[in-house]
């Protein structure tokens, strides 16, 4: 069965950095547009970044010119470098996996569980 998995998440201090990675299993990678979202405690699920089938990235305007979409050599991985981060990064981070080249939610086809960025002093 398809299979996401988020990784790299952790507490940074604000203008510090992380990268995060979505592996996933049961697809091949590179065949889908991969995207990024976050969700804070009691607010709606948003979106960050999504990469292309062809490696064009697009960026939500919160995050444009901090945050870098990227996939490794062989395809299997996506990458989301955060850096700059400030307070208001803090959220669980999810990747997905969609036909479509968005960011909107309801467009995703298949989602990870989450992995929590928090970014504090």
């Known amino acids: 069965q398809v299979q996401l998995v988020e990784s790299g998440g952790g507490l940074v201090q604000p203008g510090g950095s992380l990268r995060l990675s979505c592996t996933g299993s049961?697809?091949?990678?590179?065949?889908?547009?991969i995207a990024w979202f976050r969700q804070a405690p009691g607010k709606e699920r948003e979106g960050v970044s999504c990469i292309s089938r062809g490696g064009v990235p697009l960026y939500a305007d919160s995050v444009k010119g901090r945050f870098t979409i990227s996939r490794d050599n062989t395809k299997t991985t996506v990458y989301l470098q955060m850096n700059s981060l400030k307070p208001e990064d803090t959220a669980v981070y999810y990747c997905a996996v969609s036909y479509s080249y968005s960011i909107n939610p309801n467009s995703m086809a298949y989602w990870g569980q989450g992995t929590q960025v928090t970014v504090s002093s």
């Open positions: 049961g697809l091949t990678l590179d065949s889908y547009h």
